[in-house]
């Protein structure tokens, strides 16, 4: 008999021991969850709660449990504590998932921007597709960033573009979708437009596909003014200056990017330098100021770097390129970028 109580004490203990060793594990991998993992599991647990039906268990349980009265009546009493601490504790533990990390002088602030701001980025050589939660598509230019909030249908469907989007919106006339570019906005129900929008530009350029959108801008005394575009029209707007101009043209060449094709029309080679770099994510490097001033006709329909830089080479003999690819840096483990020089060819 001895023996046994002392088989059962020590198997008491083992499981005790194991509890204890799952209780640490757990309390470690919570230690790495960061502060939106652990909102967005209280968010889990309370949906949990609400979804349990308390009184049907309640009543599964008693229908299994057989013994006296006394039994019964401590059962019951023990089911009550249970509910009564059951609450507190789960608001507790709530508090402190979703607030005790926040102890700032504006937490309500630091919550909401954490949860509701989506942004997303195209990195140089790189074009994007996004479908935006309202439905509306969206291409993303090399180089650009895109940010929203959630929940994203409202008053007002704001995007914040920094670069270049083409956007084929989804119509909803109770709810405008504004593209807010610097210091400007381009307002619109349901079309198809590109914005052209890179902060080192001087310009912000919108060339209209579909529809009809309004462009809005501070301008020179600082007062709310816009221009309303109409199809084909492209808008430029010095960001310096504040001045608009608007032509009704072919503005392929301004949306052609988001099907991977480059449209070249009479452009200057600073300008195809600049394209390259934000298309294949390379340094292009001018050697000889004169190569500047060269202007080039031509379309790339999808063509991989290489071949870009022979068709350069064949529409004007007199310049030379050279390709040298990134290499591995042993300090930062990262690739640094390719290089693409252009000179003059010295066998002409």
Excluded at 2 to 30: C, D, G, P, T, W
Excluded at 170 to 195: C, D, H, M, W, Y
Excluded at 341 to 346: D, E, G, M, P, R
Aim: with cysteine; glycine share 4%; hydrophobic share 40%.
């Amino acid at each position: 008999m001895v023996f046994e109580i002392a088989k059962y004490r020590m198997k008491e203990q083992n499981h005790k021991m194991n509890a204890e060793s799952e209780l640490e594990k757990f309390i470690k991998s919570r230690a790495g969850l960061s502060s939106f993992d652990r909102k967005l599991e209280a968010a889990k647990l309370i949906n949990h709660t609400n979804s349990v039906d308390v009184e049907t268990a309640c009543k599964k349980v008693s229908s299994k449990i057989s013994g006296t009265k006394a039994s019964r009546s401590f059962f019951t009493a023990l089911t009550r504590v249970a509910a009564i601490l059951t609450l507190p504790l789960l608001a507790f533990a709530v508090w402190s998932l979703f607030f005790q990390e926040e102890q700032s002088e504006e937490p309500v602030l630091l919550v909401q921007n954490e949860i509701t701001w989506q942004e997303i980025y195209s990195p140089l050589g790189m074009r994007s597709f996004v479908v935006l939660p309202d439905g509306t598509n969206l291409w993303l230019n090399a180089g650009s960033r895109l940010r929203y909030g959630i929940p994203f249908t409202r008053e007002r469907r704001e995007v914040e573009l920094s670069g270049e989007a083409f956007i084929d919106v989804k119509e909803n006339e109770q709810s405008p979708f504004v593209v807010k570019a610097q210091n400007a906005e381009v307002e619109v129900l349901g079309t198809q437009f590109n914005v052209n929008a890179y902060s080192d530009a001087e310009q912000i350029q919108v060339a209209l596909k579909e529809g009809k959108v309004k462009f809005l801008f501070d301008g020179d005394s600082g007062a709310k003014k816009y221009c309303e575009l109409n199809p084909n029209d492209l808008l430029a707007f010095n960001k310096k200056s504040k001045t608009v101009t608007r032509a009704n043209t072919n503005i392929e060449k301004y949306i052609a990017w988001h099907q991977n094709i480059m449209i070249l029309d009479d452009t200057p080679m600073t300008e195809v330098a600049r394209l390259m770099e934000r298309w294949y994510g390379v340094k292009v490097i001018i050697k000889d100021e004169s190569i500047k001033k060269y202007r080039f006709t031509t379309v790339f329909d999808n063509e991989p770097l290489f071949r870009v830089l022979e068709l350069l080479e064949l529409s004007s003999p007199k310049i030379k390129t050279t390709y040298i690819p990134g290499k591995p840096d042993d300090e930062t483990k990262k690739l640094s970028q390719s290089i693409v020089t252009i000179t003059k060819n010295k066998r002409l």
